[in-house]
Antibody, heavy 119, light 108 residues
Framework: EVQLVESGGGLVQPGGSVRLSCAAS????????MHWVRQAPGKGLVWVSR????????KYADSVKGRFTISRDNAKNTLYLQMNSLRAEDTAVYYC????????????WGQGTLVTVSS | EIVLTQSPGTLSLFPGERATLSCRAS???????LVWYQQKLGQAPRLLIY???SRATGIPDRFSGSGSGTDFTLTISRLEPEDFAVYYC?????????FGGGTRVEIK
């Protein structure tokens, strides 16, 4: 059974840092692109970042470029999102998602982890 | 950046009625890379349609997708109680892989 489990969220002060993790199981993790998507309270889905299977290719939304870093450890079947210089507008539930190549689509999602940026 | 505009923002319908949701792109999107998701309150998104018209595994056939270029449509032929939710389109044609703002389908 495919499972994605995010962790690492919580309350962070403005300007602070946090690292999110997404533990994957039930599939060959290194064969899939992985994405982070966020959702501010009461708002819509916003794409944040993606990484290819071996970690050599990454992309970011303009709103997080230079502050967030996506990475993966295929030996540990884990995806990461290092979030620095956090702002109030980064407050959101962060989802990791597995993306299938070919007809690209996110076919499995984690349950999300909430990051709250507030003093 | 490709902007996806979903309409209407909210659709109020009775169970059993037909729902038609629109997703319009600011520039042409390959049909292969247009996706629809359903999200219920407090839950992660669920993949419904990929490649503009292919149903994901386990999705009932009352859900269908169509369209090409800049205009895409999600149709729910007869609304079941569990279909009342928010629906998002997303494009993978180019990065950033943007989402539409969502359409809420609510019980009238």
């Amino acid at each position: 059974e495919v499972q994605l489990v995010e962790s690492g969220g919580g309350l962070v002060q403005p300007g602070g840092s946090v690292r999110l993790s997404c533990a994957a199981s039930g599939f060959t993790f290194s064969s899939y692109w992985m994405h982070w998507v966020r959702q501010a309270p009461g708002k819509g889905l916003v794409w944040v970042s993606r990484i290819n299977g071996d970690g050599s290719d990454t992309k970011y939304a303009d709103s997080v470029k230079g502050r967030f870093t996506i990475s993966r450890d295929n030996a540990k079947n884990t995806l990461y999102l290092q979030m620095n210089s956090l702002r109030a507008e980064d407050t959101a539930v962060y989802y990791c998602a597995r993306v299938v190549y070919g007809y690209l689509r996110a076919d499995f999602w984690g349950q999300g982890t909430l990051v709250t940026v507030s003093s | 950046e490709i902007v996806l505009t979903q309409s209407p923002g909210t659709l109020s319908l009775f169970p059993g009625e037909r729902a038609t949701l629109s997703c319009r792109a600011s520039q042409s999107v390959s049909s292969s890379y247009l996706v629809w998701y359903q999200q219920k309150l407090g839950q992660a998104p669920r993949l419904l349609i990929y490649g503009a018209s292919s149903r994901a595994t386990g999705i009932p056939d009352r859900f269908s997708g169509s369209g090409s270029g800049t205009d895409f449509t999600l149709t729910i032929s007869r609304l079941e109680p569990e279909d009342f939710a928010v629906y998002y389109c997303q494009q993978y044609h180019s990065s950033p892989e943007t989402f539409g703002g969502g359409t809420r389908v609510e019980i009238k």
